[in-house]
């Protein structure tokens, strides 16, 4: 007969058989590093080694607590997918930056590490054992649904490899700006026209889309790069992740790029464009 499983449901106590490395027990406390402020030393929060299920369901509960205490918005059930994430570290070294005034949320790991990053992005794609199946779904669901949940917010998730072994997942979610207010024009005043979205460049009239400096610059890197990345981009502007997935949203909708799975290329336009400018 099926059932339907929920994580952290079962609290399945009881030593592992040995102590080989790969063994689901939790040996190494999670560290959160919370910065209160940019310009000085983070507090840290300790969650101390206990049963997975216990720790898991610790982890989530502080990284979301201490982040809305920092004004974040991203929600409970996104942070606690990318947590059980570290089941698949065999929770080696667990530690989280909350950055950002909240917004920005760093998991990282010294485990075995993610060979293919792309898979790992798409639905069905797992590595979950029977055991680790005890207290996750493993069916390969949780970072699809959170970078899927983060762009329709206007933010990002990046997976990346940490210095010496493990991963890095950051999820970014920018603070959302308080709306303009809609001011109806007064009888005896103009509504002023749109700026124009097309200028025309050459003696042939040909017109090329009118883009923002982040669209430029996005554009720019890809006169020596094949490819780019919210993360290519950061490494290389600075801002945040969320204002470049934004950037590049933009430029596949204006026809410039286009994208295959996790990155942006040239479109045809894309090509001509460049050569214009």
């Keep these: 007969m099926a059932t339907t499983f929920y994580p952290f449901v079962e609290n399945n106590d009881g030593a592992p058989s040995s102590q ?23 507090r840290v929060v300790i969650v101390a080694p ?49 950055l950002t005034g909240g917004n920005t949320i760093r998991f990282s790991d010294q485990g075995p590490g993610i060979q293919e990053k792309s898979r790992a992005l798409e639905f069905g794609t797992t590595s979950a054992t029977e055991e680790m199946k005890r207290y996750i779904r493993g069916v390969g669901s949780g970072l699809p649904y959170v970078q899927q949940y983060l762009l329709d917010k206007g933010g990002s998730l990046s997976i990346e490899d940490n210095i010496h072994s493990g991963t890095i997942v950051t999820l970014s979610m920018e603070a959302s700006p308080h709306p303009r207010p809609e001011v109806q024009p007064s009888e005896n005043q103009t509504i002023p026209m749109a700026p124009p979205t097309h200028e025309v460049i050459g003696d042939d009239n040909t017109t090329t889309p009118i883009l923002s400096a982040h669209e430029r610059d996005a554009m720019t890197y890809l006169r020596t790069h094949e490819s780019v990345g919210p993360s290519d981009l950061v490494r290389t502007y600075g801002l945040s992740q969320g204002t470049w997935s ?29 050569t214009r400018v």
């Design 20 to 42: 080989d490395p790969t063994d689901l027990e939790v040996r190494y406390p999670a560290r959160i590093a919370v910065y209160d402020d940019p310009m000085a030393a983070p």
């Design 50 to 98: 206990t049963d997975v299920h216990s720790f898991l369901e610790e982890i989530t509960k502080q990284v979301t607590q201490l982040s809305h205490e920092q004004g974040g918005t991203i929600p409970f059930m996104v942070i606690r997918e990318v947590a059980e994430n570290y089941i698949h570290a065999y929770f080696i070294e667990p530690t989280i930056n909350i």
């Design 246 to 274: 934004r950037t590049l949203s933009s430029l596949e909708e204006t026809g410039l790029m286009i994208k295959v799975r996790q990155k942006r290329y040239l479109s045809d336009a894309g090509k001509a464009y460049l």
